[in-house]
């Protein structure tokens, strides 16, 4: 089933994040359908700047990492060799360093162009795969397109299914849920925004080739709990020690990541979105690893907002039970 609503999870959110800029340009005469179209074309937009990204890190990392594999494989032999020797345990370090090279060269080519050359070959092979995925990219844009369009009514039809005597308890819980999801989005966008310009500027200042890249990316994985950051971290310090090798560098680094980490957990966070969900980190991760197996990356996207609605009518659940006859006696 997860094959099915995933499609449909996906324009959904997607419509509501892009609603307020619907709204937005309604209020400024254009009509209801173009706005649409527009806040739309603006969320593909933002959604293939974020994939750019990916592909200039790739882009700057791959041949790195090419380049500086044998440099690595010297110095471990430098290292590590005479404690091997001391336990009697000799390496072929030359034949070593070959395989590993030709490994390399075999698997990640000059550059990410050619690597997403060689994935989409991979994936054309597969038409099942092809037609799935081009169904479900129409299928996300024609209900988000729509959903955009008819939200007030399609949210009155949903009001209707609801029995008279629920609907003001509904309606307070759906406005109780909005009012949260709002929250949290208008503050993480906000936050997103000033730690990108800190990441981008720090890496810079330390002399990080592609900076700006990876600053913005890594900002923008703040979304993605505990998971995100160490992402950024790793690709920062990977940059640095590809581009530098081990030195102050890394130390520059580390501090810079250390410090944008107390200023969006201890102030940025709590200020601009509050204090998000309110949910234990070991509910957060179990939440990220749930929704991740349901629907994929977007699902761990999508892990805490949905923890937030869920939050709200446990809460509501809870006090109901709290209140309850049977639990007072």
């Not at 619907?22 to 806040?39: G, I, M, N, Y």
């Not at 966008?189 to 913005?216: D, E, P, Q, T």
């Amino acid at each position: 089933m997860a094959e099915i609503f995933t499609p449909f999870l996906t324009a959904f959110i997607l419509a509501y994040a892009l609603r307020p800029v619907c709204l937005w340009l309604e209020q400024h005469r254009l009509p209801r359908a173009l706005a649409a179209l527009v806040s739309m074309l603006i969320g593909l937009c933002l959604v293939f700047f974020i994939l750019s990204l990916l592909i200039s890190l790739l882009k700057y990392e791959i041949p790195l990492i090419k380049a500086q594999l044998p440099d690595w494989i010297a110095n471990t032999q430098a290292w590590l060799g005479p404690k091997l020797s001391e336990l009697h345990i000799n390496l072929d370090w030359g034949t070593l360093r070959e395989s590993a090279t030709q490994k390399i060269t075999e698997h990640i080519n000059d550059n990410a162009d050619s690597l997403m050359t060689s994935t989409i070959n991979t994936v054309l092979m597969s038409g099942s795969s092809v037609i799935a995925g081009f169904v479900n990219a129409v299928l996300i844009i024609f209900v988000m397109f729509y959903l955009l369009m008819d939200w007030n009514h399609f949210f009155g039809l949903i009001k209707g299914l609801v029995p008279v005597r629920a609907q003001e308890t509904v309606h307070h819980l759906a406005m109780h849920t909005d009012g949260l999801l709002s929250q949290y989005l208008r503050g993480m966008l906000i936050v997103i925004s000033i730690m990108a310009i800190y990441y981008s500027a720090g890496l810079s200042f330390i002399g990080v080739k592609g900076a700006a890249a990876l600053g913005v990316f890594t900002a923008l994985m703040i979304v993605i709990p505990y998971i995100g950051i160490t992402i950024g971290l790793t690709l920062a310090v990977l940059s640095a020690l590809l581009q530098f090798g081990p030195g102050t560098e890394i130390v520059g680094v580390l501090i810079l990541f250390g410090i944008g980490q107390f200023l969006e957990g201890f102030f940025l966070t709590p200020r601009l979105v509050g204090e998000r969900i309110g949910l234990h980190p070991v509910a957060v991760l179990f939440a990220l690893l749930l929704f991740g197996k349901l629907f994929g990356f977007f699902g761990v996207l999508l892990a805490l907002p949905i923890s937030a609605v869920s939050l709200v009518l446990v809460k509501y659940l809870w006090s109901i039970y709290t209140q309850s006859a049977w639990y007072q006696k």
